[in-house]
């Protein structure tokens, strides 16, 4: 088996519990945004499984668009120089926009996005994540709904990847080293 043979050391978050916590997420979100339209701003690439995941938990109307960012950062931190690699399609002016992310590490990519999106006049702009890790914190952030707090580790799967591998992973795994 191919996942057997992978430098997996633990299983972090089930696929039961990462499914529990993106309905609880849902509901959340649901409540805070009822009367209103939302528009999900879904950050490539690892954000997309947890989105598609999030977005059937909403009982609202909601429409979505992607963007895909990079960073020019040396080693494991980004640097918050971002480049937008793909715009959004659709204005979000006038619109209540949530930021879908997988992970924030140093939140330097996010409170960039954060800054350019703002300037493009949106009703509100909130940041969900699935998983954050406060303790790589470089900027002040505020995440509005998050999924799980979690130590330093190196996650993988549920979206998220180490050279562009194990994003398929139903689950979120740390990797070995
Ligand atoms: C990850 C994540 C965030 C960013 C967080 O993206 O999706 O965008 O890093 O890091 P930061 O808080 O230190 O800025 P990544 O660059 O790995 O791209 P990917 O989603 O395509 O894997």
């Known amino acids: 088996m191919w996942l057997e043979k992978q430098p997996l050391t633990e299983v972090l978050i089930s696929k039961k519990e990462l ?5 609880q997420l849902g509901d959340q979100i649901t409540r805070y945004y009822r009367g209103k339209e939302l528009f999900l701003v879904i950050i490539l690439k690892g954000s997309l499984v947890f989105a598609a995941d999030l977005m059937r938990c909403l009982d609202l109307p909601v429409t979505i668009d992607f963007m895909s960012i990079s960073s020019y950062g040396n080693g494991s931190i980004s640097s918050g120089d971002i480049k937008i690699v793909k715009d959004l399609a659709a204005d979000i002016g006038g619109k ?5 992310e997988d992970i924030i590490d140093s939140g330097n990519t ?6 350019i999106l703002q300037k493009r006049h949106p009703n509100s702009l909130k940041i969900c994540t699935l998983l954050d890790k406060p303790s790589r914190r470089q900027v002040d ?22 050279a562009e591998q194990y994003r398929h992973l139903p689950f979120i795994g740390v990797l070995n080293g």
């Open 19 to 23: 499914a529990q916590k993106v309905e």
């Open 96 to 100: 209540d926009v949530l930021i879908v």
């Open 110 to 115: 996010l409170a960039k996005l954060q800054s």
């Open 141 to 162: 952030m505020q995440v509005d709904f998050c999924g799980f707090t979690i130590e330093d580790k190196f996650v993988v799967g549920y979206g998220l990847d180490f």
